[in-house]
């Protein structure tokens, strides 16, 4: 093999009359790409120096990095630390969701948007946002580059025009964007818009891009294909089989050509290997060494050749933290600037990083507001200007879908429509409800001003029965309450949410079991108004089996009046009158992980009642498991739905869960309470203390989470099985 390299190198030695230009080429394959990064150490390794770089796909990718001045050490260290599923679906963290979509957009199990007043799919699986995000930020010390001819190695990049079906090639602008585009695989990232052309990924129409390379007029081009092959008869089992099939004829046909093009063509042995294989990230380099070390003498050769070489630049990724002085943002329409920079959590004059600039951005996408989000640097006066070019979501209306089961609200399908820009900027109306045994809504129209104080308006109602005690006996009652509430709203860092709101509720309780002259008995059918304030904190990474964080939610109400006493007559016997009062509710909690699998979730829980409440309705009841209760029923293991019920209480719950499987966990509860008049004011703190347990498992599933507990009480001698199904609503 060596002999053949020689002979076949040997004209090329001679004909040489100047130092050669070398230009290199890598294909599109998805994870398959990897294998460039072998190729490019064995490149150093010999002392080649790359005169050009061109790519498709994942190869501009890597293309890009290495033209940027990355070594391919560098790029293989990058590589390795990137987690590329959670990186191709965009997924954000938790923390950087807005608390909106904290509280109410976490129910459903998945969305479809409305385009023209009918249902349609998603462009792609991805918006690509975080692809985005992280070229931005690894290319951050060439953001001021707009022309690719001007990168430490020249550079140029292959994407296809969706409209027209032509090549495009990019070698100007945005270079983040450009590698974007080239890598946008159809429906797993959506198109990118680059000078009014949709474009998609450039291995549709040339996967392997050598005949631009022949127009740089370099002496010599390297190819490294990563390419597949056609499918085996055997092979052709399904429709997306033949479409791929059609697909590949001309990308490989076209790839053939190319190769006739090129000096030196490498193709890694990575067959066994598919464009998904991202957690083969060491198996796929070590192929490309593999395939790369047989050419060993022809780069010694090349080498040699090269007498004047560029100095090596040393490329480092920008850790260190910079003045923003000036913010420009472009684009916007719909959502003003205040609302942008709230999300962001950014001002002018505040001190950043590029990490930090990609975390905010994710902030932002977290939204679902914008289609893409674009932004670089440029030198300022004495820091760094900002420029922000937003590219606005034009879908606004989505209706989602989920299931739930509980033991309280039965069976239900959940229906979500979210409608954005519906009368202002930077509006939003989200309508939930919940078809089956107990139909229940919650309609919600918030304006969001970013970083200025925002307001909206909830409707609620909800409807339930179950066994409570009143006046001392447990009754089977049915549960209705119809609530309103305007309230002004603003939030610190996503994580904080303060406000103040005022609300009118309408509240039924009846009940069969006790009829007053042959009809059913009502304990309440009053309106209630009243005015709250809350404080809540929000860190956990999960709102199910969350494994670290903090949550907080202090609340107060102020009942200030209510049609009760007119109605005391059409009520049970001995029903009370009602008299202003107040209430304190707060709740307090944190997850931690120790050993990577075994979970400490702590909450405490305090109620108390400021003023005499002579009516039973507002009391604490503490039990059952749910997670969506309203009004003052608090969960509590080892007891039934609002089994126990006073004017104040303290709760305890100590919850640890082991994950013995990836989302599957096994848990232990232990909680403990006590429930009185006043728990404050008896003679020992620890007297009458209730105690209840459960042991469980526990699913995340793509309907929501799974849960089957047994529960118990040492206090009496009942037993409970608990059973969930899907998001909580």
């Not at 990095?65 to 938790?94: C, H, P, T, W």
């Not at 050749?305 to 329409?333: A, E, M, S, T, Y």
């Not at 590029?354 to 914008?370: E, G, P, V, W």
Request: charged share 25%; glycine share 8%.
């Amino acid at each position: 093999m060596k002999k053949l390299l020689i002979i076949l190198f040997f004209p090329v030695i001679i004909l040489a009359q100047s130092q050669p230009k070398v230009g290199l080429v890598l294909s599109g394959g998805g994870a398959k790409g990897f294998a460039h990064i072998g190729i490019l150490k064995e490149l150093e390794k010999a002392g080649v120096q790359v005169d050009y770089v061109g790519g498709t796909s994942m190869g501009a990718i890597v293309g890009g990095l290495y033209a940027s001045g990355y070594s391919a050490g560098q790029i293989e260290n990058i590589i390795r630390k990137v987690d590329f599923k959670n990186l191709m679906i965009d997924k954000v963290s938790r923390n950087q969701r807005p608390f909106f979509s904290k509280e109410h957009g976490e129910k459903y199990a998945f969305t479809l948007p409305i385009k023209k007043g009918e249902l349609g799919l998603p462009l792609g699986l991805s918006k690509g946002q975080n692809v985005l995000n992280f070229l931005t930020e690894l290319l951050a010390p060439v953001d001021e580059v707009r022309d690719f001819t001007k990168l430490p190695i020249p550079f140029y990049c292959v994407a296809t025009d969706i409209e027209t079906g032509k090549e495009v090639v990019l070698e100007k602008g945005s270079l983040p964007l450009a590698l974007r585009a080239s890598a946008a695989f159809p429906s797993l990232l959506n198109p990118v818009e680059i000078d009014g052309k949709l474009l998609v990924d450039g291995g549709v129409v040339n996967n392997f891009p050598v005949d631009i390379m022949r127009e740089k007029k370099m002496d010599l081009i390297i190819g490294v294909s990563v390419q597949g092959q056609l499918l085996k008869r055997e092979e052709l089992s399904s429709i997306a089989s033949l479409l791929l099939q059609i697909v590949n004829f001309q990308m490989y046909k076209k790839s053939d050509e190319q190769i006739r093009l090129l000096n030196f063509y490498i193709r890694p042995d990575i067959i066994e290997y598919s464009v998904i294989s991202f957690d083969k990230k060491d198996e796929i380099i070590q192929e490309g060494i593999k395939a790369a070390k047989p050419f060993r003498i022809v780069f010694d050769s090349i080498a040699k050749l090269q007498i004047n070489k560029k100095k090596p630049q040393v490329l480092n990724l920008r850790k260190g933290r910079f003045l923003v002085d000036r913010i420009i943002i472009k684009g916007n329409k719909n959502y003003t600037d205040n609302y942008i920079l709230g999300k962001l959590q950014l001002r002018e004059g505040d001190s950043v990083s590029y990490k930090d600039i990609s975390k905010k951005i994710n902030t932002l996408t977290a939204t679902k507001n914008f289609r893409r989000i674009d932004y670089h640097f440029m030198k300022s006066f004495e820091g760094k200007k900002l420029e922000l070019i937003v590219k606005e979501e034009s879908i606004k209306s989505y209706v989602r879908f989920g299931l739930h089961y509980d033991l309280l609200y039965k069976s239900g399908v959940l229906l979500n429509y979210n409608h954005k820009k519906i009368i202002t900027q930077n509006d939003e109306l989200s309508f939930d409800v919940a078809i089956g045994d107990r139909i229940r809504y919650d309609f919600q129209y918030f304006i969001d001003h970013g970083i200025k104080p925002s307001y909206g308006f909830r409707s609620r109602y909800n409807s339930f029965k179950s066994e409570f005690l009143f006046d001392s006996n447990l009754i089977n009652i049915k549960y209705n309450d119809f609530t309103n509430s305007l309230y002004l709203k603003t939030t610190f860092d996503k994580k904080f949410a303060l406000g103040i709101g005022v609300e009118h509720k309408t509240l039924h309780a009846s009940s069969e079991n006790i009829l007053t002259n042959g009809v059913e008995t009502f304990f309440d059918k009053s309106n209630y108004l009243n005015i709250y304030s809350f404080l809540k904190l929000d860190t956990y990474d999960k709102k199910m089996f969350p494994t670290k964080g903090f949550y907080a939610n202090l609340d107060f109400k102020w009942f200030m009046w209510s049609d009760r006493n007119n109605k005391l007559s059409k009520l049970a016997q001995m029903s009370e009158p009602f008299q202003q009062f107040s209430q304190v509710k707060g709740t307090i909690g944190f997850a931690s992980t120790f050993y990577k699998k075994l979970t400490l979730q702590y909450t405490g829980e305090a109620g108390y009642t400021l003023g005499k409440k002579l009516s039973e309705m507002f009391d604490y009841r503490l039990g059952g498991y749910n997670k969506n209760y309203i009004n003052n029923f608090t969960s509590f293991y080892g007891y039934d739905t609002g089994s126990l019920n006073n004017q104040s209480y303290l709760k305890l719950e100590i919850n640890l869960r082991y994950q013995f499987l990836e989302k599957q966990y096994a848990t232990f509860i232990a909680n403990y309470a006590r429930v009185e008049e006043n728990v404050f004011t008896v003679d020992n703190l620890f007297d009458n203390i209730k105690s209840g347990y459960a042991l469980g498992y526990g699913m995340e599933s793509f309907l929501g989470p799974i849960e089957l507990k047994y529960s118990w009480s040492p206090n009496h001698n009942k037993k409970y099985w608990l059973f969930n199904l899907g998001f909580w609503f």
